[in-house]
């Protein structure tokens, strides 16, 4: 087991349980640690601080396992496997009717850095974002099915996070067999049934982290929409139009404009509308680039009672936030202008790299070049299957805002 000094007067973050060390807090190493072996963190005095995984090659040279003097053996890995699934017991209870999908490990939020998946049913999707969970990744998939019973492991082993560690793009079957090509999930918080393809879906396959802001948009749709005989929604970035089946589904006369730049999702789209009962003649599926759909003057009304924004991450990095910014801007100034007085504007950030604060400062921003009014109704996060570690604030990636606009 190698051994990382840290520099005297940068010891606060870890034992505050921070669980990333930069490369810059490293005095130095010993015992010449391999990539992604375990490593001990002491200070300058000896005195033990850490233990986690190592990679000389990644910026975050240590991702944090444990603050106790404890060995990482597998008996480890089972235990706070056990620990992250057993959290999610009741959403497993659930699944009685339709396979049930929810995020069951999420990373250093679960005290797993590195190591993300979800459960649709009895499929489970793996991310390896590290090198020592890639060398993992088999043994972790193995205990995950005996703590699960689901039937195999799809590996989407496919982000840009995974260059920082030195590795490419790995995707296909982990363990069991090959699953279906589409997989009917339901959501917690609702009836409604989605067709997910694990294979090539965005992220995933499904935007899990949404399930609670769509419950959101179906109350609202309930307690305040009701009055209004056929009201209607405009879906951007609509991927397979999750928030517009939920809109449908809570009002009778609720139509919806959907709009994403690929015909795939929206073929998808067109399948989950189907799947429950929504008629055809109450949506429209639009194929086209969002920025330059909403920049039409035609468009720009003010005749949609919603309008939904939930574009995928523009920053993937700091060096990316001013231009994400300017993106996040354009978008939401023309959305603005497509919202009737006393209508709805849902709007989100998916950007880790760009926080709470400074997104409500660009769609400020955009309100006030829109030249219209709008009030914060409610403060939007992900859902509760992605907790955020107390000790890790960059856990929290998705912020939206629930706006009133006049």
């Not at 998939?141 to 703590?147: A, D, I, P, R």
């Not at 995974?162 to 790995?170: A, C």
């Not at 991927?239 to 073929?267: K, R, W």
């Not at 509308?273 to 035609?298: C, H, K, M, S, W």
Request: hydrophobic share 40%; glycine share 8%.
């Amino acid at each position: 087991m190698g051994i990382i000094v840290i520099k005297a007067g940068r010891e606060k973050p870890i034992k505050q349980q921070h669980p990333w060390i930069f490369s810059g807090a490293i005095e130095r190493t010993e015992d010449a640690p391999s990539p992604g072996g375990i490593v001990t963190v002491i200070d300058q005095h000896g005195a033990f601080l850490a233990r986690g995984y190592y990679n000389v090659r990644s910026q975050i040279q240590v991702r944090i396992l444990t603050w106790h003097d404890e060995d990482i053996d597998a008996a480890w890995w089972q235990r706070m496997l056990a620990r992250a699934v057993n959290a999610r017991a009741p959403y497993a209870a659930l699944a009685a009717d339709a396979p049930l999908a929810y995020r069951l490990i999420h990373a250093e939020n679960d005290y797993l850095p590195g190591l993300t998946v979800d459960r649709y049913g009895d499929t489970l999707v793996l991310q390896a974002g590290t090198l020592a969970i890639d060398q993992r990744k088999r043994m972790l998939g193995e205990m995950l099915l005996e703590l699960t019973g689901a039937k195999r492991v799809y590996e989407r082993s496919d982000i840009e996070i995974r260059g920082k560690d030195g590795l490419g793009i790995v995707t296909g079957v982990l363990l069991g067999d090959e699953p279906p090509q589409r997989i009917d999930i339901r959501e917690r918080y609702s009836d409604a049934r989605f067709a997910v393809d694990v294979r090539t879906g965005h992220k995933t396959g499904f935007y899990l982290d949404q399930a609670y802001n769509r419950a959101v948009l179906s109350t609202l749709i309930t307690d305040e929409m009701m009055a209004v005989e056929r009201p209607r929604l405009l879906n951007l970035f609509a991927y397979t139009g999750a928030f517009s089946l939920h809109a449908m589904s809570a009002h009778p006369g609720m139509t919806t404009v959907n709009v994403d730049a690929s015909q795939d999702s929206l073929t998808l789209a067109g399948e989950n509308f189907a799947l429950n009962g929504i008629d055809a003649d109450r949506y429209t599926l639009v194929q086209r680039d969002v920025f330059d759909y909403v920049r039409e003057p035609a468009g720009q009304s003010g005749d949609y009672d919603l309008v939904i924004v939930d574009p995928p991450k523009f920053a993937h990095n700091a060096q990316q936030v001013e231009k994400a910014a300017r993106g996040y801007k354009d978008v939401n100034l023309n959305a603005f202008k497509r919202v009737r007085p006393g209508g709805y504007l849902m709007t989100y950030s998916c950007s880790g790299a760009v926080s709470r604060d400074l997104f409500q400062k660009i769609v400020f921003g955009a309100l006030a070049d829109s030249g219209r009014q709008a009030q914060i109704v409610r403060h939007l996060s992900q859902s509760d299957d992605h907790p955020v570690a107390l000790t890790f604030p960059e856990g929290e990636y998705l912020k939206g805002l629930l706006l009133r606009v006049y």
